[in-house]
């Protein structure tokens, strides 16, 4: 089964059109599928429209959160209601193509675990697009995933990418960084990108420099996760090579005949030591890197973990089996 999310916020007269492409693109493939709509605390008619859409086909399935939580929890709560074996997501704006899920499949049947979208003709303002190469870039040199479109929202997975997956604030941006880090296969290819036509975009500068900090959130989630000594011992040691020369050279001065008591470099020498010293005792990882995850024994596969209701759910029509 194929199990397509579909984040909306305040697209009432975007969801059944999405919805016919959606089939018209899908059901060539003789797959069983459905639609999971998340409905993102929309204050327009769009769980009014799901609610109509939900009658009157049987794969669809809708979720409504509570309030406008954001995009990455209206994800997890789409992912945590998937029932396919490959999970397809795309925006609800019908700026992304439907179409082009065939060709994301196909390319995931190669052996990839994840299928990235790349808008390479952008239909979005001049603005957008610069902050939005620049994002790329950035977060390509940070992370070291080589992605043109990082943010892309039309991408293809493997089921066992999403589940688990632990998303919050502008962290959707980076699942290729997170599944990369994670050990799957990842892979890009060009699809079609149209201009809007219903709506507005509620992508601003700020949503830029919030996902800067949380992609140095990933960058150090990913490389010292499991050897945080790398990190903090590092600072440790220089903090504390700097504090042990200061005191060394007020020991020869003192040696000297000079008083050295009321100096502030004395004080200074004693902080950087110790604040080196508490940098470099963060450092120790306590957990084995070859421990089977928690609540798995060794020598068995760990079981994908219960599927909960979210506290973010209002309602949702269409429970999962």
Request: charged letters at 25%; a positive charge.
């Amino acid at each position: 089964m194929i199990s397509v999310v579909v984040p909306v916020h305040d697209e009432e007269r975007s969801v059944a059109l999405l919805y016919d492409e959606l089939r018209s693109a899908l059901e060539q493939l003789d797959t069983p599928w459905e639609a999971i709509f998340v409905d993102d605390g929309s204050t327009d008619g769009t769980f009014s429209a799901l609610t109509r859409l939900h009658a009157a086909e049987q794969n669809v399935r809708v979720v409504r959160l509570r309030r406008n939580f954001g995009k990455a929890a209206a994800l997890v709560a789409g992912f945590d209601q998937a029932r396919g074996e490959t999970v397809v997501t795309i925006d609800g704006d019908l700026q992304d193509d439907p179409a082009e899920i065939p060709r994301l499949l196909a390319k995931l049947d190669e052996g990839f675990d994840l299928v990235s979208g790349w808008k390479t003709h952008r239909r979005d303002p001049l603005s957008r697009r610069i902050l939005s190469r620049i994002f790329n870039r950035v977060t390509s040199a940070f992370s070291g995933v080589r992605l043109h479109d990082m943010n892309c929202g039309l991408k293809a997975y493997r089921a066992e990418v999403v589940h688990g997956l632990r998303l919050y604030g502008e962290l959707h941006r980076f699942i290729p960084v997170l599944a990369h880090y994670r050990g799957f296969r990842i892979a890009e290819l060009p699809v079609n990108h149209r201009p809007r036509e219903h709506g507005r975009s509620r992508y601003g500068v700020e949503r830029y420099v919030r996902g800067f900090l949380d992609l140095l959130t990933v960058s150090f989630i990913g490389r010292y996760r499991h050897r945080p000594l790398h990190l903090f011992g590092g600072f440790g040691l220089v903090l504390g090579f700097m504090g042990s020369a200061i005191l060394i050279y007020l020991t020869v001065v003192k040696a000297l005949g000079h008083a050295i008591g009321q100096r502030p470099l004395l004080l200074l020498g004693v902080l950087l030591v110790v604040i080196g010293m508490q940098f470099f005792s963060l450092g120790p990882d306590q957990r084995d890197d070859h421990e089977p995850p928690r609540g798995a024994r060794a020598g068995t596969r760990p079981r994908r973990a219960a599927r909960r209701r979210s506290p973010l759910l209002r309602r949702r029509l269409g429970d999962a089996s």
